[in-house]
């Protein structure tokens, strides 16, 4: 179940992080959250964004459970985006997925090409490419795209994601403000859901405005009815707005 929550939820939180991306002086950051089933602490997660002055992005996320419970999950992804923003508009180059420690390890790469607006997937051993339309993402990419939408006062957005070599829909919607404290603070936020076909999985998540909106709690009920939350622990001081 780890592997599900990791690989699922916790990128959740390493995209939408990347909010702050669209300051005009973002530096270099850090976050690190706490993960958890119910009340037990299951693993840890760390985002890092990096920019350069052509407009380029980095932004990697990292996740690995927690010792007291390693001896059953054993699972630790890295995930990564690489791209550029033209124009307050993402476009990915490049995603990569590992998942190592487990009984099922796995990697894939994305590679974007914007002249034919074609994507290739490398899986396994497998390649195989897909047409997309312009404004297509990665699954890292399309929070960056939803974190612009709330800056500029949006609050129901989609996307097409190019993910597991199909052509995704993902859509958020906001719907509400609430005040959530977190081990890393008390914040105001904006409390956003993603919606879904599924109505057994539940998916919330809460913005911070004060930090470039990154995120400071998700929660996701899955299938099963288990219960998984993702709290902010650390962050650079460089997202606060000042």
């Given at each position: 179940?780890?592997?599900?929550?990791?690989s699922g939820?916790?990128?959740?939180a390493g995209?939408m992080?990347?909010?702050?991306?669209?300051a005009?002086?973002?530096p270099?950051?850090?976050?690190?959250?706490?993960?958890?089933?119910?009340?037990?602490?299951?693993?840890?997660s760390n985002?890092?964004?990096?920019?350069?002055?052509d407009?380029?992005?980095?932004?990697?996320?990292?996740?690995?459970?927690?010792?007291?419970?390693?001896w059953?999950?054993?699972?630790?992804?890295?995930?990564?985006?690489?791209?550029?923003?033209?124009?307050?508009?993402?476009?990915?180059?490049?995603y990569?997925?590992?998942?190592?420690?487990g009984?099922?390890?796995?990697?894939?790469?994305?590679?974007?090409?914007?002249?034919?607006?074609?994507?290739?997937?490398?899986?396994?051993g497998?390649l195989w490419?897909?047409?997309?339309p312009?404004?297509?993402?990665?699954?890292?990419?399309?929070?960056?795209?939803?974190?612009l939408?709330?800056?500029q006062?949006k609050?129901?957005?989609?996307?097409?994601?190019?993910?597991?070599?199909?052509?995704?829909?993902?859509r958020?919607?906001?719907?509400?403000?609430?005040?959530?404290?977190?081990?890393?603070?008390?914040?105001?936020?904006?409390?956003i859901?993603?919606?879904?076909?599924?109505?057994?999985?539940v998916?919330?998540?809460?913005?911070a405005p004060?930090l470039?909106?990154?995120p400071?709690?998700?929660?996701?009920?899955e299938?099963?009815?288990?219960?998984y939350?993702?709290?902010l622990?650390?962050?650079?001081?460089?997202?606060?707005?000042?």
């Amino acid at each position: 179940m780890l592997k599900k929550w990791l690989s699922g939820l916790l990128l959740l939180a390493g995209l939408m992080a990347h909010t702050a991306l669209f300051a005009v002086d973002l530096p270099a950051f850090e976050a690190s959250y706490i993960l958890k089933r119910g009340s037990l602490h299951i693993g840890s997660s760390n985002i890092e964004f990096r920019s350069a002055n052509d407009g380029s992005y980095v932004y990697e996320s990292r996740s690995w459970p927690t010792r007291w419970v390693a001896w059953l999950l054993k699972d630790r992804l890295h995930e990564s985006s690489r791209g550029s923003i033209i124009a307050n508009s993402l476009r990915p180059d490049a995603y990569h997925y590992l998942r190592t420690g487990g009984s099922r390890e796995r990697e894939a790469d994305l590679s974007f090409d914007w002249k034919q607006n074609r994507v290739k997937n490398h899986v396994e051993g497998s390649l195989w490419e897909m047409e997309i339309p312009t404004g297509t993402v990665d699954k890292l990419a399309s929070q960056l795209g939803m974190m612009l939408a709330l800056r500029q006062d949006k609050d129901d957005v989609t996307f097409k994601v190019a993910d597991g070599g199909r052509l995704k829909e993902y859509r958020f919607k906001v719907i509400g403000h609430e005040t959530v404290e977190v081990p890393a603070g008390t914040f105001e936020t904006v409390k956003i859901t993603k919606l879904r076909d599924n109505k057994d999985r539940v998916t919330y998540v809460w913005c911070a405005p004060a930090l470039n909106y990154l995120p400071v709690r998700i929660w996701q009920r899955e299938t099963d009815d288990a219960e998984y939350t993702s709290d902010l622990e650390k962050f650079s001081e460089v997202l606060r707005v000042q």
